[in-house]
């Protein structure tokens, strides 16, 4: 394929509107957290992979996982975490059988703030998608989306 194939201008052209999409929607989402519940996109994505742990086997995520989940570096998660445990949203403590392990936990008051920003979240997103689905570039990819499983 050369710089001018039609089919590489296409991808461009499509991952130009994927990245315009999850812009639109990210920066609503995240003024909609921040108004109603003072929390980032990235905080509330923490809470709300943190808050689906459970006890058993597999139940709590290592930093790794969680950084993965939430789409940031492992150092970047842990500035993240340690922002949520200042703010009493988060607690970590030692895994009961490997005494190097470390897990996070949502506290009380993250589950309380989780399930009141969760609604919000839920709303931006609609609205950011159907906005995004008025513009003819962003209209198929909306529909992608609706179509694995996005309410519509």
């Known amino acids: 394929m050369t710089a001018t194939d039609p089919a590489l201008t296409a991808l461009a052209q499509g991952w130009c509107a994927l990245s315009l999409l999850h812009g639109?929607?990210?920066?609503?989402?995240?003024?909609?957290?921040?108004?109603?519940?003072?929390l980032s996109v990235r905080e509330y994505s923490l809470l709300?992979?943190?808050?689906?742990?459970?006890?058993?086997?597999?139940?709590?995520?290592?930093?790794?996982?969680?950084?993965?989940?939430?789409?940031?570096?492992?150092?970047?998660?842990?500035?993240?975490?340690?922002?949520?445990?200042?703010?009493?949203?988060?607690?970590?403590?030692?895994?009961?059988?490997d005494r190097r392990g470390i897990y996070t936990d949502v506290t009380d008051a993250g589950r309380t703030l989780l399930e009141q920003a969760r609604p919000t979240n839920e709303k931006a997103l609609r609205e950011a998608l159907d906005q995004a689905a008025a513009n003819p570039e962003l209209a198929p990819l909306v529909r992608a989306l609706e179509a694995h499983g996005l309410p519509a």
Do not use: F, N
């Open 24 to 38: 639109r929607i990210e920066a609503h989402i995240e003024r909609a957290l921040q108004a109603g519940h003072d």
């Open 48 to 97: 709300d992979v943190l808050g689906r742990q459970h006890d058993g086997e597999g139940g709590h995520l290592q930093m790794k996982q969680v950084a993965d989940a939430v789409v940031l570096s492992q150092s970047a998660t842990t500035r993240l975490v340690t922002r949520l445990e200042d703010r009493g949203l988060l607690s970590r403590y030692l895994c009961p059988t």
